[in-house]
């Protein structure tokens, strides 16, 4: 497997004049079985960093530069990662700082962890075996852990407890369905959009405990802005991800407000009111499949595997009166525990009416969420497309 360590620069004359000479002579060759090589990609440093690695280039081949204007450091990762790809041909890719923060003698740690299987390896600051500098102030250790709980909360990533790491190795098979040239952020922020879009295409991953040292040489990377921006990343990213969510909710309110002006219509010509209840259900039933089917699962047209029109409102029906069935069972157990009638703040009101709301909420809701993605468009197969 080739592996292609990518090292963005600017002003890294010293840390990269010692980095490159202990990589190459002490950490590299004991990977065995892989093909290694360094990328350094340099943002056009004015104190010379370029000049340090050609002569360096002169004595190890394995090793390339990269130059372009400094637009901040995720659009130099970027910018490596096309360049290993496409010119390359790497299978792997692994973020790493030259400025010692990283310790070079855990490279080999990483590799090996892909070695047992994973796809994406994430050096970890926050389980065990791991640990952020002892230097770091306590306002700046608060940020950083929070950000990440953030982050993990937004994205349901619990798994994953060092979300902000810079250290990572990522198979190229899935880095290449990662839309690199229209991420959120080409700062600090870059690694959070790759990192949510890698582990949404199923990779296996797996952290690996890592210290992180403070920076002793050059200046930090780290903008005043990087905190704001990163939470701004994370938001977006979990908007898009609850889109569809978004537009389910949407649709299955405007399916109750058709089902009551048809129900209401219905008793003003005469209709029994349990037939105009269930030609208001009936209404709201086609209204959220048609609307859930142009609009909410659009994206889903084109996978034959979901079945035709037809399957699909017939499975979209037997799920609604699923639904119904469960409120009616809730209704029923609560009558017959409960009594018909509750009082609440000082109000009497019928018990009906009370769990219809929580059981609509817990129950109903996500369960018809689930069949929706799971049986009648079965957006599952969607992930399965994207990563063939």
């Not at 809701?365 to 990563?387: A, Q, S």
Request: proline content about 3%; some cysteine.
């Amino acid at each position: 497997m080739k592996i292609v360590i990518i090292l963005p620069t600017y002003n890294e004359k010293t840390n990269v004049g010692k980095m490159i000479p202990l990589l190459e002579d002490e950490v590299l060759p004991k990977i065995k079985n892989h093909d290694m090589e360094l990328l350094v990609v340099d943002d056009n440093s004015p104190d010379g960093t370029s000049d340090v690695v050609k002569k360096f280039m002169e004595k190890w081949k394995n090793i390339k530069l990269l130059t372009g204007e400094k637009n901040g450091l995720g659009a130099a990762y970027v910018r490596g990662m096309h360049y290993a790809m496409d010119v390359l041909k790497a299978d792997a890719v692994m973020e790493f700082d030259a400025d010692f923060q990283h310790d070079p003698h855990d490279i080999p740690r990483l590799i090996s962890a892909m070695d047992e299987g994973a796809d994406y390896v994430i050096g970890s600051r926050y389980i065990q075996g791991g640990a952020i500098p002892k230097e770091w102030g306590f306002d700046r250790k608060v940020k950083s852990r929070l950000g990440g709980i953030f982050a993990q909360c937004v994205f349901l990533m619990f798994t994953i407890h060092d979300m902000t790491s810079g250290f990572k190795l990522t198979k190229t098979a899935f880095l290449k369905k990662v839309d690199l040239d229209h991420l959120y952020s080409y700062n600090f922020a870059y690694k959070l959009h790759i990192l949510h879009d890698v582990i949404k295409l199923g990779t296996k991953v797996k952290e690996v405990p890592i210290i992180f040292y403070e920076r002793t040489k050059g200046k930090s990377k780290i903008d005043t802005n990087d905190m704001t921006e990163s939470l701004s990343v994370v938001l977006r990213l979990g908007v898009d991800d609850y889109k569809r969510f978004i537009k389910f909710l949407f649709v299955g309110g405007t399916g109750f407000i058709f089902q009551y002006i048809v129900t209401y219509i219905s008793i003003l010509l005469g209709a029994e009111q349990f037939v105009a209840a269930m030609i208001g259900g009936e209404v709201a039933i086609l209204s959220n499949f048609f609307f859930n089917n142009v609009w909410t699962f659009r994206d889903t047209q084109k996978l034959k595997i979901h079945g035709n029109l037809f399957s699909r409102l017939l499975k979209f029906n037997l799920a609604s009166l699923a639904a119904i069935g469960i409120q009616g069972v809730a209704v029923y157990v609560a009558v017959a525990t409960l009594g018909e009638t509750l009082t609440l703040f000082g109000y009497v009101i019928h018990t009906s009416l009370v769990i219809l709301f929580p059981t609509i909420i817990l129950l109903v809701i996500p369960l018809n969420y689930f069949i929706y993605n799971k049986v009648i468009w079965k957006t599952h197969y969607l992930k399965e497309k994207k990563t063939e």
